[in-house]
């Protein structure tokens, strides 16, 4: 009997679940908002539903799946499986996930963090393919990385290594949600860009960023700092610049901590492409040590919005 395999992508705002064949080619997927708001308990019973939802779509039973993936916020036990406070979901307190779906479908289940397991998608089917020493950043609401080592994720003792988001680049700096100052997701993440944006355009507003967010300061967001800097608005260019300095600096201490031959960057860095990455390249080169900065490629993720579905299937392919 051929079996399949089901991806399940948990996230604060959206809930993913997939089924692929055993080549990671995803049949089917269903998504709902997460309602996290309503509990842990809820959101699980949920999740069981729309797993049964997405097999009854493509006609295939309980009995056919062979291994459950799950990417989720973290911090989370890979080994327990069990998740403990997300930040993005709020009420959850070590929930016993892999638990509660390994005895509800009967199959060995895989937890991951869902830095890890798009780090571990991106080395398997994207950016990553062919390298042995891949680091993979994400770039959006928040940063974070998963890094993938000879093909194993890099787990650390306590399933936190990769957080590359809150190392501190400014003492006494903006305020990150971690409750520290000065991290680098507090000055590089999307809403932090939109904010040094909107500050930025209370004091210059002949800007093209206003234009693109309907004339509005508050509704600023990175995406229209990008588009206006590969319009050539000069404003949004510092913007970007600024950005690509700090995140350089950043990229530069993992470079020298970890040593990569590749570093993928997502979302923000996949929409900005060489404006961006350019000079993150050179900030790189000026402050990394020589050797681990002649050794590493720094690039945009490749998967875009397949990786949240490639991401918890490619744990149990
Ligand atoms: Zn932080």
Redesign the pocket.
């Known amino acids: 009997m051929t079996q399949y395999l089901v991806g399940i992508d948990i996230g604060g705002t959206k809930l993913a679940t997939v089924v692929a064949d055993n080549n990671g080619t995803i049949l089917h997927k269903v998504r709902q908002p997460t309602e996290a708001g309503y509990g842990s308990d809820y959101v699980v019973s949920k999740l069981i539903k729309m797993v049964d939802q997405t097999l009854a779509l493509v006609e295939i039973s309980r009995s056919q799946i062979s291994a459950i993936g799950i990417s989720c916020g973290g911090p989370l036990d890979t080994k327990t499986g069990i998740v403990y406070s997300p930040p993005n979901l709020p009420d959850w307190d070590a929930v016993p996930l892999k638990k509660i779906l390994t005895t509800e479908f009967q199959v060995p289940t895989v937890i991951e963090n869902d830095a890890n397991a798009s780090a571990y998608a991106e080395w398997k089917f994207g950016g990553g393919q062919g390298y042995d020493e891949v680091v993979f950043m994400t770039m959006s609401t928040g940063i974070g990385a998963g890094i993938v080592s000879k093909g194993q994720i890099y787990h650390g003792a306590s399933d936190c290594a990769g957080e590359v ?2 190392q ?1 680049l400014i003492p006494n700096g903006p305020l ?5 100052r000065g ?4 000055i590089c993440s999307g809403p932090a860009i939109a904010r040094r944006a909107q500050e930025a355009i209370q004091k210059q507003p002949e800007t093209e960023m206003l234009k693109l967010a309907g004339g509005k300061i508050t509704a600023v967001k990175s995406e229209h700092v990008v588009a206006a800097a590969q319009n050539g608005d000069l404003l949004a260019f510092d913007l970007i610049h600024q950005t690509a300095f700090y995140m350089g600096w950043g990229i530069a201490n993992l470079v020298n901590i970890v040593n990569p031959e590749v570093v993928l960057i997502g979302t923000i860095a996949v929409a900005a492409g060489d404006l961006l990455l350019d000079p993150i390249r050179r900030t790189v080169q000026q402050m990394a040590m020589t050797r681990p900065a002649q050794t590493v490629r720094i690039l945009p993720a490749k998967l875009g919005d397949r990786i949240g579905d490639l991401a918890s299937i490619s744990l149990v392919i």
């Open positions: 988001g809150h501190i990150c949600g971690c409750g520290n991290c680098l997701e507090a």
